[in-house]
């Protein structure tokens, strides 16, 4: 090992024993387990020094340290070096960048929780559980979700290449896609059989409880007595959109708990005085919903203001903070998890429906976690074959002894 490498390792394993030394007489009365920890990391460098079998480069071991550590908390925590930070403040400010248009979860390896309507990985035949392998070459193995974002997103008309395992092959194939400036998507709505509305929501961006809200009214004003909403494959938005879409529909109850180590604890509630539909309604939700949305299914479903029928959603509502670092890297730390109105965390944990549809067999699937049924393609109707639909219009139409047959009449919109 260099003379430089190990002078580096030993001042950095002196300081730290030095700081859990102090620490831990200082700090006997409050958690010791921090300082046990840091004792252990000096263990491990001491032995990375004294018997590593080469000369390891010792800044690519701590980023690599430290990378592990973040990602070892939740999907949505991670750590950016100083360059993968600096070209990610550099991407954000860029406002016309390409995308794929695809909402990312990290499972391992990073995976498609979403596509968005019209968007080139829709094109490309993306969908809800394929695997990401690789991006530009590199494997995704541990990658964090702004690191594999920052691989995907790159000017309009250029390209990225992709390592795809589908949901139906073991075996990885290229795919070669064409970035675009992808436009947010708006409500799909149409009228099914029996005075029923259908209102598909593929993101809880900025306006879209207020976009909801007249259309709900215009439901209404149509005659319409039941509403489907139906959020499988929402995977992106505002949290506060949510809430604020819950109480269009809630006139008592809690919407969702937000909790933290740091943040004040919050407890988002139902407002009667904002209610602006009153009938029968339920949610159709899948492993692609996700986020902003969970929120709105759990505040529907655990209030018994209607029921969520489909699978488990993805387990991703959370809040992060950015941290930057004095040497110009940064933590996009979670500090605030989502509490479904009956107490239980969504992160990593989802929303469980109250009226379960299984998933058709999917042949030989990767992950458990992926095993679902397909959704309905984004920025489509749904077909009238399709299970979910068909139950939830079965359960609003139970009373009235209706057929359960969607009639679909064509979409409108705003």
Same mark, same amino acid.
């Given at each position: 090992m260099g003379r430089t490498i190990r002078i580096a390792v030993f001042s950095l394993s002196v300081l730290v024993l030095l700081y859990v030394s102090f620490g831990y007489v200082f700090g006997q009365s409050t958690n010791d387990k921090p300082y046990h920890s840091l004792t252990v990391y000096g263990e491990v460098l001491d032995h990375i020094q004294q018997d590593y079998v080469d000369q390891p480069d010792l800044h690519l071991v701590t980023v690599g340290a430290l990378h592990g550590l973040l990602e070892a908390l939740d999907p949505?925590?991670?750590?950016?070096?100083?360059?993968?930070? %600096?070209?990610?403040?550099?991407? $954000?400010?860029?406002?016309?960048?390409? $995308?794929?248009? !695809?909402?990312?979860?990290? *499972?391992?390896?990073i995976f498609v929780v979403s596509d968005l309507p019209n968007s080139p990985a829709l094109k490309a035949n993306l969908h809800e559980g394929d695997i990401l392998e690789a991006i530009s070459g590199f494997t995704t193995q541990d990658m964090s979700i702004q690191q594999a974002q920052l691989l995907l997103d790159?000017?309009?008309?250029?390209?990225?290449? !992709?390592?795809?395992?589908?949901? $139906?092959? &073991?075996k990885p194939v290229d795919v070669e896609i064409t970035r675009a400036i992808v436009p947010r998507p708006g409500l799909l709505t149409t009228r099914l059989q029996d005075k029923i509305g259908y209102l598909r929501i593929a993101s809880f961006d900025s306006g879209a409880a207020r976009q909801i809200r007249e259309q709900v009214k215009q439901f209404e004003r149509q005659g319409l007595r039941r509403l489907i909403v139906d959020l499988r494959g929402c995977a992106s938005g505002e949290s506060s959109e949510a809430i604020q =879409?819950? *109480? &269009?529909? @809630? $006139?008592?109850?809690?919407? %969702?708990? @937000?909790?933290? *180590? =740091?943040?004040?604890?919050? =407890?988002?509630?139902?407002?009667?005085?904002?209610?602006?539909?009153?009938?029968?309604m339920s949610v159709l939700m899948s492993g692609s919903t996700a986020g902003a949305s969970e929120i709105f299914a759990a505040a529907i479903a655990q209030n018994h203001r +209607?029921?969520?029928?489909?699978?488990? =959603?993805?387990?991703?509502?959370?809040?992060?903070?950015?941290?930057?670092?004095q040497d110009g890297s940064a933590l996009f730390l979670t500090v605030?998890?989502?509490?479904?109105?009956?107490?239980?965390?969504? @992160?990593?944990?989802?929303?469980?429906?109250?009226?379960?549809?299984?998933?058709?067999?999917? +042949?030989?699937?990767? &992950?458990? %976690? *992926?095993?679902?049924?397909?959704?309905?393609?984004?920025?489509q109707l749904p077909t009238p074959k399709d299970p979910v639909l068909q139950k939830a219009i079965a359960i609003l139409t139970a009373n009235s002894g209706s057929s359960a047959t969607a009639a679909a009449a064509p979409a409108t919109g705003f």
């Open positions: 949505e925590s991670s750590y950016l070096s100083p360059r993968e930070f %600096a070209a990610w403040k550099k991407e $954000s400010a860029d406002r016309g960048k390409g $995308s794929i248009g !695809v909402e990312i979860s990290r *499972q391992g390896y790159g000017p309009p008309g250029s390209t990225v290449k !992709v390592s795809l395992v589908r949901r $139906s092959s &073991l =879409t819950a *109480q &269009l529909f @809630l $006139s008592s109850g809690t919407i %969702a708990t @937000l909790r933290g *180590q =740091t943040i004040e604890t919050k =407890t988002f509630s139902a407002d009667p005085s904002k209610v602006v539909w009153k009938g029968p +209607g029921d969520a029928i489909g699978q488990n =959603t993805r387990g991703i509502a959370s809040e992060q903070k950015l941290i930057p670092l605030g998890v989502y509490y479904t109105p009956d107490g239980k965390a969504i @992160l990593n944990n989802g929303v469980a429906p109250t009226v379960q549809v299984p998933p058709p067999n999917s +042949g030989q699937a990767l &992950l458990d %976690a *992926q095993d679902v049924a397909p959704d309905p393609t984004p920025g």
